[in-house]
């Protein structure tokens, strides 16, 4: 959670103050900055899981690195001494455990309650992938009514092949036999299937087929298709065999390619297909895709007509409506109302001032066109106030036949005092709802500090006529509002202190992590 990220943030932001500079003037080893100690915090943190998820000891790191290499591999070292040392003292202090640690204990709890079960017990769907997992799965199966059913074994690939994914000399390939001296595939799709199974005691021959293969079945081809590397010179003799080609032209009857020129032209072909499924009765389809921006691109094409999809991977709170105003309300408010940020701020649709939604697109389109194309107002709403009072001055000389900085061919000079009063009146109101960081000193601040005022500016600028801050409601709106109630749960043990200029992108990081799923 945020309270976690945050505390290692802290340890991480200690940790690059003490690394000072060899000579002055010289930029700093480690950027010191909140967000990117938050980034940092991030990265630490999936590492501590996936050592404690591994079961792999920190003592490992003894001998990672010799003394005689560079300097920088021994301040990585250091830096890793963060999760060893510092943060195991926070959880003592706090009598607190890992997820993963927590984790682990409740599957060997439920390995050793199966123990005692009398009844049939089925582990289905894992690949033994996660240690304890795989001890509960090897539990399940030394069980009298016990059974394990094993997801996608690959017992198409032959079984020299097969004993290159372990590697040479492992338990999987005792005699080290195969081709040259090939490290284990690790990242083989079958890699956690084969140390399941050698765990187990088992070999490919002794698991029972639940259904036979069909003829056209794409399993001979995909197993061809994930060959270990060193063992990819048979695909010369397979290519050769006339049963083998006549299988997998079978198994590859029902697809089809598409060779797009851009991201665009991918995103569209796959849009007209899945539009397509809709023509046909009964037919359904889906998109499978790792890649958010292309599924994101397929979701903008079919919105085009009107085609309203179940999106599963949802998106980024940072990029979802309220995410993204929420952002802005900071950058607006911090960096002193610049006229590109204020105008994004105030184009959103998440922003009403106390008014229904487009209830002030006027009084925008007349501040933009009075006060933020030419040179840039003071900063802040009084800046804001005061270049509008200025031109009103400039105005009023202009009509009274007076000398005027403006000329009448100027397209200021056709702004009515109706216009200047809905501009004013504009200014006013965002200058209330601003006033929380407004008038917040540039000094350093506690983080938690600095959100609970952001959070009020966001209802303040979001709040529509019904009194309602529109900023907060919907699935986004309701993830954005969790983020600030964890930031205030986590406090104050877990803040920050982050100078005023630094908070827009350390809240940035802050909501990085989090996902909105669509209703």
């Not at 197993?223 to 695909?235: G, K, V």
């Not at 037919?283 to 958010?292: E, I």
């Not at 105030?346 to 009084?363: V, W, Y």
């Not at 202009?398 to 000398?403: A, F, I, M, S, V």
């Amino acid at each position: 959670g945020i309270e976690r990220r945050l505390l290692l943030a802290r340890l991480v932001l200690a940790w690059a103050g003490r690394l000072a500079p060899p000579y002055a003037g010289e930029a700093p080893l480690i950027a010191n900055h909140p967000a990117t100690a938050l980034a940092l915090a991030n990265d630490l943190g999936r590492l501590i899981d996936d050592m404690t998820t591994r079961g792999v000891s920190w003592d490992r790191l003894d001998d990672l690195v010799p003394d005689h290499l560079d300097k920088y591999w021994q301040l990585t070292l250091e830096f890793l001494k963060i999760a060893r040392s510092a943060w195991p003292q926070i959880l003592d202090e706090r009598g607190m455990i890992e997820a993963s640690v927590r984790r682990n204990a409740l599957i060997k709890a439920e390995a050793a309650r199966l123990t005692r079960s009398p009844g049939p017990v089925i582990a289905a769907g894992s690949t033994g992938s996660i240690p304890a997992t795989a001890a509960l799965v090897a539990a399940v199966a030394n069980l009298r009514n016990g059974a394990v059913v094993l997801p996608g074994l690959d017992t198409d690939l032959d079984d020299e092949s097969w004993r290159l994914i372990a590697g040479p000399s492992s338990p999987a390939n005792p005699g080290g036999s195969g081709w040259g001296v090939a490290a284990p595939v690790a990242g083989h799709p079958q890699f956690a299937l084969q140390a399941l199974l050698t765990r187990l005691g088992l070999g490919r021959d002794e698991v029972v087929r639940l259904a036979d293969p069909t003829s056209s079945g794409r399993e001979p081809l995909v197993s061809e298709a994930f060959r270990p590397a060193a063992a990819t010179d048979l695909w010369r003799a397979r290519t050769g065999d006339t049963r083998f080609v006549a299988h997998a032209e079978a198994a590859l009857a029902g697809l089809s390619c598409v060779e797009a020129a851009n991201a665009e032209e991918e995103a569209l072909a796959i849009a007209l297909a899945l539009r397509e499924a809709l023509t046909q009765a009964g037919k359904t389809a889906a998109l499978v895709t790792p890649d958010r921006q292309l599924a994101r691109r397929v979701l903008a094409a079919l919105a085009r007509w009107n085609v309203a999809v179940d999106d599963s991977g949802g998106d980024q709170l940072a990029d979802t409506p309220a995410g993204l105003f929420a952002r802005l309300a900071a950058q607006a408010a911090v960096e002193g109302l610049a006229p590109v940020g204020l105008l994004a701020l105030l184009k959103h649709p998440l922003t009403r001032l106390g008014a229904p939604a487009g209830a002030h697109r006027h009084a925008i389109a007349v501040l933009e066109r009075a006060i933020l194309r030419g040179p840039r107002p003071r900063p802040g709403s009084a800046g804001l106030a005061r270049a509008l009072a200025a031109l009103r001055e400039e105005l009023g000389k202009l009509r009274r036949g007076e000398r005027s900085d403006l000329h009448r061919s100027d397209p200021r000079a056709d702004l009515g005092e109706d216009d200047l009063n809905a501009a004013a009146d504009l200014i006013a109101r965002l200058a209330a709802a601003l006033a929380p960081l407004e008038t917040f000193g540039r000094g350093p601040h506690a983080f938690g500090m600095v959100a609970a005022r952001h959070r009020d500016i966001i209802a303040a600028l979001s709040l529509d006529e019904a009194g309602t801050p529109a900023a907060f409601a919907g699935p986004d709106g309701g993830a954005l509002g969790q983020v600030f109630d964890a930031i205030a749960a986590g406090l104050p043990a877990a803040d920050l202190t982050v100078p005023l200029a630094d908070y827009p992108d350390l809240f940035g990081a802050a909501i990085a992590d989090r996902v909105v799923r669509r209703p």
